[in-house]
C-alpha cells in the first residue's frame, strides 16, 4: 500500500504496453476503476479487449507500463502474482471448469487449497453460491452433465467462492445458445446491484445499458473512447464508436 | 369403431435364438461364410488337439528326474514342479523362503484390494504398498539386521528378483518420468535444456547398453573401493531408461490439456505445484493411462535382460535349469512355463489399466 490514492482505486492501469511478438496489441492504456464500478469493453475482435482484461489478472504480461490491482503492483514476482489472483475472480467464454471434479469440488477447490479453509465451511459457502445462480440441485454432477449455461454459472460461482474484490468476465456469454445467455446475463445483472466492481468484456449491448457505468469501446489496442452507456449509445463521438454500434445494433 | 388389441409376445423363431441361431448368423450365414467357418475350424481343432494333448493329456506332472517322463509324448511338467523353488527364489538360501514368502504376501495383500472397488481402505493401503512395502521387503529379504541372516544379493533370484526389479522400476520410474515431463514443457531454460537432454540420452540408446555401462563400464569411472551394488546399478539404469519413456507418454497427456484449464487454475490463485497436482496431471495422466501401462508391461519384461549382466532372473533360472543333464530335453517346457509367468502378471497389468479407465472415465461422461 504505497499511497492513497493507490487504495482507492481498485485497478489502474497506466500506459499499458503489450507486444505479441512483432504485434503491437495494447497502446498505451490507461484507465482507472474505482471499487464497485461495472465496466463493460466492446470492441471488434482483435481490438485487444481480452488482451486488456487478462493483464489484470496477469494472465498476459504487459510489456511496458504499470497496473496497480487492489493496490499491488504487478511485476514478475510471483508472490504478489498469487496475491492479486486470489482476489480477482474470472470468468472465461468456455467456462474452463475442470471436468474430473464434480460441481461441488470445482466450488470448493480454490477456498481449500488456497485459502486453507476447512473442507466443511468451503463446502458451505459453494452451496450457498451454487444456490445463488440457482443450480444447488446439481452440485453433484460432473461439468460435462450440465448445460453450457449451467456451466458458466458455475464458473461464477467457482470465481465468488474466493470472495473476490473484483470480477472479471471474458465475453462469458459468447458460446452460449441464445435462451441460456438470458440465465446468465439474469446472475451477472444481480451481482453488478450488489456492488461487486465488474470488467466485462461483451457485446451483450443490453447487458451494458442496464448495469454499465462506464462503458469502453477499444479498437486496434487503443481505446477510442468511453463514456456512460447512454451517452455511449445515443451519442457516440468517434466515427469508429458509430461504425461499430451500426454494425453490432442494427440487426 | 375398432379397438386396439395388445397382440401377445411371441417366441421367436428358433433359427434366431440360442446357440443355434448364434451359429446360423455369426458363422453360416452365407455359403462363402460357410466355407471359411468350415475350414477355420478345421484348423483350430488340427492345432488345438496336439498341443492340449502335449501339455495336458500326455503330460507328465509328477517326478524327480527325467526317468519319469520316458515313454511319453507330452510335456514334463515334472521338471517345472521339481525346480519351482529355484524359479521362484532363485539361490536364496532354502530356510530363509519364509522371508520371501512375507513378501510376497504383503505384495498380494496390498495390489489386491485395488481390484475391488468396494474395499474401504484402499488410500492407506495404496500408500502402504508404495512406501513402507518396499522399505520392509528391502529389510526382510537382505537381512542382516533385527536378527536376521545376512544374504547378499548375489543370492537373490528367480521370480523374486524379477519382481523386485519390476516393483522398484515402476514405483520409481513414474514420478520421476512426472517430473522430467514437466521440466520438459518448464519455461525456465536450464530445467527443460536438462530434462530434454536427460530424456534424449536415456531414449537414445539401447537397455542392453545402458546394463552393460551399469555393470562393466561404470566401476571403472567411480574410485578405487566405491563399489556399489551390481543389481542396485541395474536397477538405476532401468529406473531412468524407463522414466525416460514414461516421461514422453506423461507429456502427450500433458499437452492435450486446453490452455484453458491452466488459465483457470492460475486466475483463482492455485500454484504452479498445486494447479499441477490437482488439476493439470490427474486428467493428463488419466488420458494416458494406456501409454503408462504399455511403459509397465515393456519394463516388466525388459527385466530379463538384467542375465546379460550376470543377475539370474527367472528366465535366467530357467535356463540354467534346462541345461541340467539330470532332465534331458525340457528346453519347451522351461520356455513355456516363464513365457506364462509373464504373461499372468503383464495381462493382470493390463486388466487393472482397463479398470481404472472405466473407473476414472464417469467425469467426462456427457
Same mark, same amino acid.
Given at each position: 500500500m504505497d499511497n492513497a490514492t493507490t487504495n482507492e482505486l481498485a485497478v489502474q492501469l497506466a500506459d499499458v504496453n503489450k507486444w505479441y511478438g512483432e504485434f503491437h496489441v495494447l497502446k498505451d492504456i490507461n484507465l482507472d476503476v474505482t471499487p464497485g464500478e461495472r465496466i463493460v469493453i466492446c470492441g471488434p475482435s482483435g481490438s485487444g479487449k481480452s488482451t486488456m482484461i487478462r493483464c489484470i489478472n496477469r494472465l498476459e504480461e504487459h510489456q511496458k507500463g504499470k497496473i496497480i490491482v487492489n493496490g499491488i503492483e504487478l511485476t514478475e514476482d510471483l508472490k504478489r502474482i498469487d496475491e492479486v489472483r486470489r482476489e480477482v475472480g474470472m470468468c472465461f467464454q468456455h467456462f474452463n471448469l475442470f471436468p474430473h471434479l464434480t460441481v461441488l469440488e470445482n466450488c470448493t477447490l480454490a477456498p481449500i487449497w488456497v485459502r486453507k479453509m476447512p473442507k466443511k465451511e468451503a463446502d458451505e459457502i459453494a452451496m450457498h453460491y451454487l444456490e445463488r445462480v440457482k443450480i444447488p440441485e446439481q452440485a453433484d454432477k460432473f461439468p460435462g452433465q450440465l448445460s453450457g449455461g449451467q456451466q458458466q454459472r458455475v464458473a461464477i460461482a467457482r470465481s465468488l467462492c474466493m470472495s473476490p474484490k473484483i470480477m472479471l468476465f471474458d465475453e462469458p456469454t459468447s458460446a452460449l445458445d441464445p435462451e441460456m445467455i438470458k440465465e446468465v446475463l439474469d446472475v451477472m445483472v444481480e451481482l453488478a446491484e450488489e456492488g461487486m466492481t465488474m470488467l466485462c468484456v461483451t457485446h451483450e449491448m443490453g447487458f451494458a445499458k442496464l448495469v454499465a457505468n462506464r462503458v469502453i469501446f477499444m479498437d486496434a489496442g487503443q481505446i477510442v473512447e468511453e463514456n456512460e452507456p447512454h451517452e455511449f449509445f445515443d451519442n457516440p463521438q468517434n466515427d469508429r464508436t458509430k461504425l461499430f454500434l451500426s454494425q453490432i445494433l442494427n440487426h | 369403431?375398432?379397438?386396439?388389441?395388445?397382440?401377445?409376445?411371441?417366441?421367436?423363431?428358433?433359427?434366431?435364438?440360442?446357440?443355434?441361431?448364434?451359429?446360423?448368423?455369426?458363422?453360416?450365414?452365407?455359403?462363402?461364410?460357410?466355407?471359411?467357418?468350415?475350414?477355420?475350424?478345421?484348423?483350430?481343432?488340427?492345432?488345438?488337439?496336439?498341443?492340449?494333448?502335449?501339455?495336458?493329456?500326455?503330460?507328465?506332472?509328477?517326478?524327480?528326474?527325467?526317468?519319469?517322463?520316458?515313454?511319453?509324448?507330452?510335456?514334463?511338467?515334472?521338471?517345472?514342479?521339481?525346480?519351482?523353488?529355484?524359479?521362484?527364489?532363485?539361490?536364496?538360501?532354502?530356510?530363509?523362503?519364509?522371508?520371501?514368502?512375507?513378501?510376497?504376501?504383503?505384495?498380494? +495383500?496390498?495390489? @489386491?484390494?485395488? &481390484?475391488?472397488?468396494?474395499?474401504?481402505?484402499?488410500?492407506?493401503? #495404496?500408500?502402504?504398498? %508404495? =512406501?513402507?512395502?518396499?522399505?520392509?521387503?528391502?529389510? +526382510?529379504?537382505? @537381512?542382516?539386521? &533385527?536378527?536376521?541372516?545376512?544374504?547378499?544379493?548375489?543370492?537373490? #533370484?528367480?521370480?523374486? %528378483? =524379477?519382481?523386485?526389479?519390476?516393483?522398484?522400476?515402476?514405483?520409481?520410474?513414474?514420478?520421476?518420468?512426472?517430473?522430467?515431463?514437466?521440466?520438459?514443457?518448464?519455461?525456465?531454460?536450464?530445467?527443460? =535444456?536438462?530434462?530434454i537432454g536427460f530424456i534424449e540420452m536415456w531414449r537414445g540408446v539401447p537397455l542392453i547398453s545402458v546394463l552393460f555401462m551399469s555393470s562393466v563400464m561404470l566401476p571403472l569411472f567411480l574410485p578405487d573401493g566405491m563399489n556399489f551394488d551390481k543389481l542396485l546399478r541395474a536397477l538405476i539404469g532401468i529406473t531412468m531408461f524407463q522414466s525416460a519413456y514414461m516421461a514422453e507418454v506423461i507429456r502427450g497427456g500433458l499437452q492435450a490439456i486446453p490452455r484453458g484449464q491452466y488459465e483457470a487454475a492460475k486466475a483463482l490463485g492455485l500454484s504452479y505445484w498445486k494447479s499441477m497436482g490437482l488439476i493439470i496431471l490427474p486428467q493428463a495422466l488419466k488420458l494416458v493411462i494406456p501409454g503408462i501401462v504399455n511403459t509397465f508391461i515393456a519394463l516388466f519384461k525388459d527385466t530379463t535382460l538384467v542375465l546379460i549382466i550376470g543377475l539370474l532372473d527367472i528366465l535366467a533360472t530357467v535356463q540354467a535349469a534346462i541345461t541340467d543333464p539330470a532332465w534331458g530335453a525340457v528346453g519347451t517346457e522351461g520356455y513355456v512355463f516363464a513365457a506364462a509367468c509373464f504373461w499372468v502378471f503383464c495381462f493382470s497389468m493390463s486388466r487393472y489399466s482397463q479398470h481404472l479407465e472405466q473407473k476414472l472415465h464417469r467425469g467426462h461422461k456427457r
Open positions: - | 369403431m375398432k379397438n386396439f388389441t395388445l397382440l401377445p409376445d411371441m417366441p421367436a423363431p428358433i433359427v434366431a435364438r440360442g446357440i443355434v441361431g448364434w451359429f446360423r448368423k455369426n458363422l453360416f450365414s452365407t455359403p462363402w461364410n460357410s466355407v471359411l467357418s468350415v475350414i477355420v475350424i478345421y484348423v483350430l481343432y488340427s492345432l488345438l488337439v496336439p498341443v492340449l494333448d502335449w501339455a495336458i493329456f500326455s503330460a507328465v506332472f509328477t517326478g524327480a528326474d527325467k526317468s519319469a517322463c520316458e515313454g511319453t509324448d507330452g510335456a514334463c511338467w515334472a521338471f517345472i514342479g521339481n525346480r519351482l523353488d529355484i524359479f521362484i527364489y532363485g539361490s536364496y538360501p532354502a530356510e530363509e523362503y519364509w522371508r520371501l514368502k512375507i513378501c510376497f504376501a504383503l505384495l498380494l +495383500l496390498s495390489f @489386491g484390494p485395488q &481390484f475391488f472397488d468396494k474395499f474401504p481402505y484402499k488410500m492407506p493401503v #495404496g500408500v502402504f504398498s %508404495l =512406501t513402507a512395502f518396499p522399505v520392509i521387503c528391502y529389510f +526382510l529379504i537382505s @537381512g542382516g539386521s &533385527f536378527g536376521l541372516v545376512d544374504v547378499e544379493p548375489e543370492r537373490w #533370484g528367480g521370480m523374486a %528378483l =524379477t519382481l523386485m526389479l519390476a516393483y522398484v522400476g515402476i514405483v520409481a520410474a513414474l514420478p520421476i518420468g512426472v517430473v522430467l515431463a514437466l521440466g520438459r514443457r518448464s519455461e525456465m531454460p536450464v530445467i527443460r =535444456t536438462f530434462c
